[in-house]
């Protein structure tokens, strides 16, 4: 089937602005505001949403607030509510507070890890194997986030052999989803298609979501090339929120209503109400202190119309006259 011909196939969006986007803000967002945001994608009907993180108060205080916005929100039936989590203290924190999914993140580039994390990838790896084993014993659904497959911004390009050696490792320990991440937007289609590929080739059991940024203004052809090779699941940030500390001048992640436009008008179904999403996206400005790069939020969707000019009437009559 056609790329350009949705015919209603599900695709299932992702929301990681709560997180991924408000933990490069300045600005701390209110918790009450927290929980409305998240309430309000909850309506939109996104069908998961990264709702904070579950790490140190002093690395991330942006996020200070994690337990309370997690306890408090309202949670739809058929959206999935996750947390990111960096270690065991961090995961019992995240199933104490009733998160749906722990996602664990670590980088399949050896200095990017190191940058980030302070860890080799082996020791990353031993930290996150515990908390797996933690989370199953709890009953709580495991994702990992595999950052840099797409490229490493101190390391160049990660090979193919790389990127599948820590999906096997992961895949090994029973974990329910990978998230295949463009960390710092490096990510191109032809190389998006043929990486998701031989990951749900070789993997057919496991989930994979793929996570872009459009730091390279390839963000949502990159959805388009991995729609192609059959993902179904997308991180999206609303109002394109986001960003890295390892990419300077870097723009956010693929933004949530520019992809459900975009893809509502090639026929797909993303069971997400555009409308509400944008009225979502619209908070955004005056919560953080400052405008977001969603087109969509300013001009609206392709078909929002606007009055005629004034004095239309006059200007008809005189061309009629002619």
């Known amino acids: 089937m056609s790329i350009w011909q949705g015919a209603g196939r599900r695709i299932h969006m992702q929301e990681v602005g709560l997180r991924d986007g408000l933990q490069m803000e300045k600005a701390f967002v209110p918790t009450a505001?927290?929980?409305?945001?998240?309430?309000?994608?909850?309506?939109?009907?996104?069908?998961k949403i990264e709702v904070t993180s579950f790490t140190s108060p002093t690395a991330i205080p942006a996020l200070r607030d994690a337990e309370i916005v997690l306890r408090e929100i309202t949670r739809r039936p058929g959206t999935l509510y996750t947390a990111l989590?960096?270690?065991?203290?961090?995961?019992e924190r995240a199933i104490e507070s009733r998160t749906d999914e722990l996602n664990l993140v670590m980088?399949?580039?050896a200095t990017h890890n190191l940058a980030n994390l302070r860890m080799t990838r082996e020791q990353s790896f031993t930290v996150l194997a515990q908390v797996a084993a933690l989370a199953q014993g709890a009953g709580v659904a495991v994702n990992v986030s595999l950052s840099c497959v797409f490229g490493c911004p101190f390391e160049g390009d990660v090979p193919d052999a790389d990127v599948l050696g820590w999906v096997q490792r992961f895949a090994d320990l029973g974990v329910s989803g990978i998230t295949l991440c463009d960390t710092t937007g490096m990510a191109y289609p032809?190389?998006?298609?043929?990486?998701?590929?031989?990951?749900?080739?070789?993997?057919p059991g496991v989930e994979?979501?793929?996570?872009f940024h459009n730091t390279r203004g390839m963000g949502l052809a990159n959805v388009l090339a991995g729609i192609d090779a059959g993902a179904s699941r997308f991180d999206t940030s609303l109002g394109g929120l986001g960003g890295c500390p390892f990419a300077p001048g870097a723009s956010g992640n693929v933004?949530?209503?520019?992809?459900?436009?975009?893809?509502?008008?090639?026929g797909y179904d993303t069971g997400v109400d555009l409308a509400q999403l944008i009225a979502a996206a619209q908070r955004l400005p005056a919560l953080i202190g400052h405008d977001v790069s969603s087109q969509i939020a300013k001009a609206?969707?392709?078909l929002a119309l606007h009055p005629?000019?004034?004095?239309?009437?006059?200007?008809?009559e005189r061309a009629l006259a002619r």
Not at 33 to 47: R, Y
Not at 190 to 203: D, Y
Not at 308 to 316: C, E, H, N, S
């Open 33 to 47: 505001d927290k929980i409305a945001l998240c309430n309000a994608l909850s309506d939109a009907g996104l069908s």
């Open 85 to 91: 989590v960096p270690n065991l203290r961090g995961a």
């Open 107 to 109: 980088s399949v580039s």
């Open 190 to 203: 032809t190389q998006v298609r043929q990486v998701t590929k031989a990951a749900r080739a070789r993997w």
């Open 208 to 211: 994979f979501t793929l996570h």
């Open 255 to 266: 933004c949530s209503e520019e992809v459900v436009h975009a893809l509502a008008l090639m």
């Open 300 to 302: 609206g969707p392709r």
């Open 308 to 316: 005629v000019p004034a004095g239309f009437d006059a200007i008809r």
